[in-house]
């Protein structure tokens, strides 16, 4: 009983240190997408140190090689494609990569509105 008892404990303790993350933030990309690419050079560094960073961390995921443990609500075509994602299923998107400020508003407003995100905007 009492080892019972230990290794429930110690299972809880490991369940509770790993991060658990409802929402993610999905990147879909293909080699040679020069929208991909600027996106690299202006969001990716600093992404996960925003509050929507840290609230919806990145997943990167290739454009020919969808997921299995993703459902999208419809087919991506094109790169990049931002697909908000809250237990394995598609909740929003944006679809391609019109420049930083877009971006952020864009995101933040997507969290708020789908994912109860009250970060302060950027």
Not at 10 to 26: G, H, K, Q, R
Not at 30 to 37: I, L, M, V
Not at 49 to 59: H, I, S, V
């Amino acid at each position: 009983m009492q080892v019972r008892s230990f290794l429930s404990a110690i299972a809880l303790a490991s369940a509770t240190a790993l991060p658990v993350w409802a929402v993610e933030l999905v990147m879909v990309e293909q080699t040679g997408c020069y929208t991909c690419k600027q996106w690299n050079e202006e969001i990716a560094p600093v992404y996960p140190n925003t509050e929507a960073g840290q609230f919806a961390p990145l997943r990167r995921e290739e454009l020919r090689h969808p997921p299995d443990d993703l459902t999208y609500a419809r087919r991506v075509n094109y790169t990049p494609t931002f697909i908000l994602i809250d237990e394995g299923k598609e909740i929003a998107r944006l679809e391609g990569y019109p420049g930083e400020d877009f971006f952020w508003w864009h995101l933040e407003t997507l969290l708020a509105e789908k994912a109860g995100f009250e970060g302060a905007t950027r």
